[in-house]
């Protein structure tokens, strides 16, 4: 074959985009390559950050002035990645419950996700350049982010685990979102041969299930549930799976029992179905995870995702606190705090911010009061007014908190510690 002179590739490197971010070792594709003489090229290095490989081309029979080639893509080592992002993407929900309180915490923190078309799964946040939203549906955020197409998501802790399937590439950067609580857990009929079953255990012992007769489990979670059935000694069982309504499955006949997700058990209870001792497989809330080799491998998505958890923590410490501000009777500054630290057990973040109250008697200015400001946590309000009142405080004023920053979030220091493990 004779050695083609120079050829340019339409779009050069980045022309390799593929739908699959990585390729098999060896795949076909169907390049439009611009060649100045409808020639092939035998073989053409590539150098890329993932190593070099081989671009190895044949003209298509029918050869025109932009001749269609095939590619074989090859190279020593490990399968490459197609197209070098330089971008950042981060993986929401694209619907449901999930969808809403994902987009809900990132208002919340201030990160305004910009859709320029309601139709398009595609956003960006104006606070955190050279990041791209996408709209998956949750079991694509995990995969996404499990294969690196995608560098980080939120997404239900239930999910991470029945489609992230234990992966070493998953890393979980907040574990408690706050919304999407929930657990995963088996639910039996309370009527008939289960009336008097009560306990994963009783379930387990039942003489019915045999190889013929397996015990019949509906879920949308095979992958945890085989592994919990499994590791609670249920020897004959057959899972199936349903999209949706499977709590209906025991009535009409198609399986005994469930394994679903509970949240205030009204579902449960509808259908005549009960929880059982044991039965439980997981707590889920919503979770912030991403891929630990993009984390590790590129600083600016390491930086984003310390950004975003900053943010969250702050939000999320703050939205379980008031801030209280009292008037307190005292001598000093001093005596004051002295109150505050050991007379309460509300002493602020570090401590309790004392400054002087000043007011107006017979002509003279004075001090009669020293103010304090704490936060406090919401459920211990009322418990925090009363110290406070029996310590000498009055005109107690209580506002919302939005953030708490702190120094450093601890969850940053983990995150960097599962990094180096
Ligand atoms: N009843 C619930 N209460 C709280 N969180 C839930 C509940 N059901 C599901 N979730 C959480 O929401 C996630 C998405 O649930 P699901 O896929 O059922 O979508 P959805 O919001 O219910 O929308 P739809 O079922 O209508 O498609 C789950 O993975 C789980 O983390
Ligand atoms: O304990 P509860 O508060 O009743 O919630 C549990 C129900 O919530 C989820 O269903 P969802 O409402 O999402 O409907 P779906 O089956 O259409 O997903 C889940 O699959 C249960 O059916
Ligand atoms: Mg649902």
Known sequence: MAVAPPMTMQGGAAGLQHQQSVLPRSSYLGLQLASQSGVALPCVKFTSRSGSFNLRCQVSPSSTTLPHFNVDISGPGKPLQSVERTTIRLALPSKGRMAEDSLGLMKDCELSVRKLNPRQYIADISELKNVEVWFQRASDVVRKIKNGDVDMGIVGYDMLREYGEDSEDLIVV?????????????????????????SLSELAAMSLWTEDRPLRVVTGYTYLGKKFLEKHGFKHVQLSTADGALEAAPAMGTADCILDLVSSGTTLRENNLKEIDGGAVLSSQGVFVANKKALLERKEVLDVAHEMLERFEAHLTASGQFTVVANMRGDSADEVADKILNKTSYPGLQGPTVSPVYTKKGGKTEVAYYAIAICVPKSQLYHAVRQLRKAGGCGVLVSPLTYIFDEETPRYRQLLENLKA
């Open 174 to 198: 907040h574990d408690a979102l706050q919304f999407g609580q929930c657990h995963l857990a088996i639910g039996i009929p309370n009527y008939g041969i289960f009336e008097n079953v009560n």
